[in-house]
Each structure stands twice: as C-alpha cells, then as structure tokens.
C-alpha cells in the first residue's frame, strides 16, 4: 500500500536520556489469538498501541468477539476480549495479506470451533514464509486440511486428538499455534524442536492462567495436558527486547547514551554482547538496560539464530550500525531467505553492503550522507532510522507504514532522547 507518510531525519544529534519499552509485538499477537480459546474474558495489559495488534483486534471483532480498552493503566494499554460464543470461523483477505500473523488464528479456532476457513497468509519482504510446519502439525492433532481457491479449509469433527509433533526448524508461530490447538486437545501433546524464545514463555503463562496444562516453554521440549475448556484470563505481556535492542542500538550508532527501561534484562543479552564487540558499553539493572556508544564503532561478525542467538529482528539494525563501522563484518542470516534488502537502501546512503545469499559484506565508511529511501519492511524501516540518526544532513524515509507495524509513537520517542524526526 502507498501511503504518504514519511520520517524526516536530521543526522548528527547524539541521544541520551531514558526511553520507556512497550509491550511486546511478537508476545500480544499469539496471545491476542489465545484469547478465543475461551468464551469467557480476557483482561490483556501492556499490549502495544501499533498496526498490527489493530489488525488482530479488528480480526477478532470480525469473528464475533467484543474489545474493548481499558482505562489506560501505569503498564501501558490495556484490552478486554469476551469471544463469546463466535459468530464466525472466517478470516479473509484482507487481513491475511496485510499480517502473516492472522496464521495464529489456526490453532484457537480449531480448537474452539472445530473449523477454520483463512486466506492464504501472503508473503512479506523477507522471503516465502510457508506455512507448512503449522499445517503439518495441525493435520498430526487430527485436523483435514484443504487449500483451495487461495483460502486453507481446517476442520475437526469432534476435538483434535494429542500426540507427539516434530519440527523441523525451531518455528516461532508454528510453536506458538500447536500450543493453542493443543490446550483443548484430547490427551497430551509434546512439541519437539520448539522455538524457545521469550514470547513462548509468555503464551505459555497465558494460556496456564486460562487454565491449561502447558510446561517447557523455553526449552526444545513442550508438554501440553488437553483440556476440556478454558476460563478467565488476566495477564500483562511482557516487554518487546527488539524494540529496547532497536534503541539501544540508536545509542551505539549516534556515540549516545541511552537506557531502555521496564525491560527483562536477560532477553537483551545477545544483542549487548553484539554492541560490546561493536566498542559499547552496557551496563543494566533490574528492568533496565544502558549502552553508551563509542566515537568509532568496530566492524564485527554477527549469524543470526534461534533464541538465544541473535534474533534476526535485530539484524537490520546490526547491518546500519557496521556500515559505519571501523573494518569490514560479515553477517549470516540463517532464519530467513530474503532478509537484506536494506542493503540497496543503506547503499543509497553511501553504504558499501554486498549481499550474496545468506550472507553480507559490509565495509564500514567514515560517515554516511542523507538521501531518499524507502522502508522495504518493518525491521529494514527502523534500520534505516538509525542510518539516518548517525548521516551527514537529512533523510527522507518513505512508506513508513512498515514502521508502525511494530513500533509505538516511534518520533515521540526518539525525539524524547534527542533525535530530530518528524513525520511528513
Ligand atoms: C516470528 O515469525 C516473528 N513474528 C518474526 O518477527 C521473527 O522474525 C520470527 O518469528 C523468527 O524469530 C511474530 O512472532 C509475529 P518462524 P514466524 O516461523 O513465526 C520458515 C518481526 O519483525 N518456516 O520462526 O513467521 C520461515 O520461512 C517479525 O517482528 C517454514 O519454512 O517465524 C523462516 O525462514 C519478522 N515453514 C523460518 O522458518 C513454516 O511453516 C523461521 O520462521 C514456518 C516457518
């Protein structure tokens, strides 16, 4: 979609202060998807204010649940889901394409309804993003699965059936949704191979506060007990770590100060090992974390991994900070096919970047000079804000509808640490 919206960003200016961490993007989604899986309510705080949890929020409204917000509480937005009895078991379109997550409808609906018809989730700027590690392990719990006519036909007659369900890579959603189809299943149900990040724990304390029986999340091994229904649910999502790594790596870029507060310290620990080896220092505390850049940043080498290796949301970022950088890095991009396309746009900022495959050279330059440029996707948008943050002059950053994807008041905040943005 073409929108008008831009950031306009003065180079130069040094951050420093204190920015407060919304909730996490990547923990709301699933859980948001977990809310059907009960007809009673859910009281949802620190959920972020960003497009895509509207997405998912105008999706449950089409499938017949209420939501509301709540007063606005001192952990950020709170919202209230009542499903109710669901009036419909469909997601088109127009959601689908617009948010890969819509996916994660799969596994509730399943659950609750014992059928699900969903449009294709479309591709994003990152590669191909398949479904087939969902399907598979739906069809493993005893769902029919039929595509046709671009929409995937999910069905159960009865409940889904426990069982042993293995993946072969550590998929995030594909974790996430058999979780969710697992909890009303009839026996039990083990998850090999799962994703371990934070946002799994998350849904995992979620869904035990409905009153499921889930254990493992964080490890390779998830056990889920099937339970005949789920109830009530109050809960506050945890903190985003790549929004807090994003301004953290802010402050490396632009020889600032910053310190990310209302974080969990620990979900930060690669990528302040990354900034350490890029000349930072990092100091943290309870809920708060503090990079203080250096007047050079050093190149260095950076693969992206599944929890707990550096997350490849971050890697965008990396690859804006090394472009400046003393020496030359090398980055691997292990979890995605597709994942450097800002390496075009950091070039039109000077950037000397050369992508083959799975892999980057980036060369680093003195400094890099303001252009035009263009969000390719949310995390590639925000590594072109710090390119901007840290480049002689101006840079105008189009079609920054990718960066309200998954960041909050994004100018308020970088402004609140001194940046000079404006949205035009
Ligand atoms: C989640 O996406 C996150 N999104 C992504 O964040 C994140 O980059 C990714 O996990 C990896 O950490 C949300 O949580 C909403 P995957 P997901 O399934 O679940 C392949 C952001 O910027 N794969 O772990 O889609 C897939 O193509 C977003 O916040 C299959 O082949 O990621 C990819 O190469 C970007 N078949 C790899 O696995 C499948 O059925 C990892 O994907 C599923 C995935």
């Not at 009673?40 to 017949?64: A, F, K, Q, Y």
């Not at 724990?201 to 009153?211: A, I, K, T, W, Y």
């Not at 203080?292 to 992206?304: F, N, Q, S, V, Y």
Request: charged share 25%; glycine share 12%.
């Amino acid at each position: 979609m073409k929108t008008l919206d831009r950031y306009v960003v003065a180079g130069g200016n040094r951050l420093q202060g204190k920015v407060a961490i919304s909730g996490a993007k990547n923990a709301a989604l699933p859980i948001l998807a977990a809310a059907l899986l009960t007809s009673d309510e859910s009281l949802i705080h620190n959920t972020p204010v960003i497009r895509d949890v509207g997405v998912m929020l105008e999706i449950l409204r089409r499938l017949g649940a209420q939501v509301e917000e709540l007063p606005e509480g001192e952990t950020g937005r709170g919202l209230r889901i009542v499903p109710g009895a669901l009036a419909s078991g469909e997601v088109g379109a127009d959601f689908t394409r617009e948010m890969r997550s819509s996916i994660f409808l799969m596994g509730p609906l399943l659950a609750r309804l014992g059928k699900i018809r969903i449009s294709y989730p479309g591709g994003c700027a990152i590669g191909p993003r398949p479904i087939d590690f969902h399907l598979r392990g739906l069809e493993q719990l005893g769902a029919k699965i039929e595509e046709r006519f671009g929409f995937i036909e999910a069905s159960v007659p009865g409940r889904l059936k426990g069982t042993e369900v293995y993946l072969d890579f550590p998929s995030v959603g594909a974790t996430e949704n058999l979780m969710m189809a697992a909890v009303l299943a009839d026996g039990v149900t083990v998850i090999r191979n799962a994703a371990r990040e934070p946002e799994i724990v998350d849904l995992q304390n979620f869904l035990n506060r409905m009153g499921a029986k889930v254990r493992g999340a964080g490890m390779d091994v998830i056990r889920v007990q099937g339970t005949e229904a789920l109830g009530r649910v109050e809960h506050t999502v945890i903190p985003d770590r790549i929004e807090a790594g994003t301004f953290l790596a802010a402050a490396a870029i632009t020889k600032g100060d910053v310190t990310a507060a209302g974080v969990i310290p620990e979900h930060l620990d690669a990528i302040c090992a990354k900034l350490r080896e890029m000349g930072c220092i990092t100091e943290d505390g309870e809920d708060w974390v503090r990079v203080i850049g250096p007047e050079r940043l050093k190149a260095t080498d950076l693969k992206t991994l599944p929890y707990p290796g550096f997350p490849t949301d971050m890697q965008p970022q990396m690859m804006a900070l090394m472009s400046v950088a003393e020496g030359t890095s090398i980055v691997t991009e292990t979890i995605f096919e597709n994942r450097f396309k800002v390496a075009e746009e950091l070039r039109r900022l000077g950037g000397n970047v050369k992508t083959e495959g799975r892999t980057a050279v980036v060369q680093g330059v003195p400094q890099l000079s303001g252009a035009r440029v263009e969000c390719p996707a949310l995390r590639e948008g925000m590594a072109l804000v710090l390119a901007g943050l840290a480049a002689e002059g101006t840079t105008t950053i189009d079609q920054i509808v990718h960066i309200d994807r998954g960041y909050q008041n994004l100018d308020q905040k970088l402004g609140g640490l001194g940046a000079t943005i404006t949205r035009g």
